[in-house]
């Protein structure tokens, strides 16, 4: 899950074999897709296709 700074809360959906380990509050830079092609059963907020993912320090 990733809090955007726009207030928009994100479901996080990873290529295969990727794995994010962050702090709770860590700040990353995110690049991606809205993926309105994927529903899930968590429905925290619309779901985000990563492209690329780095800390945000």
Request: a negative charge; aromatic letters at 4%.
């Amino acid at each position: 899950m990733l809090d955007a700074d726009d207030g928009t809360t994100w479901e996080l959906l990873l290529p295969p074999g990727w794995a994010l380990e962050a702090e709770p509050g860590a700040r990353v830079t995110v690049s991606g897709d809205a993926a309105t092609d994927v529903a899930t059963t968590s429905t925290v907020g619309p779901v985000l296709r990563v492209r690329s993912l780095s800390r945000g320090d």
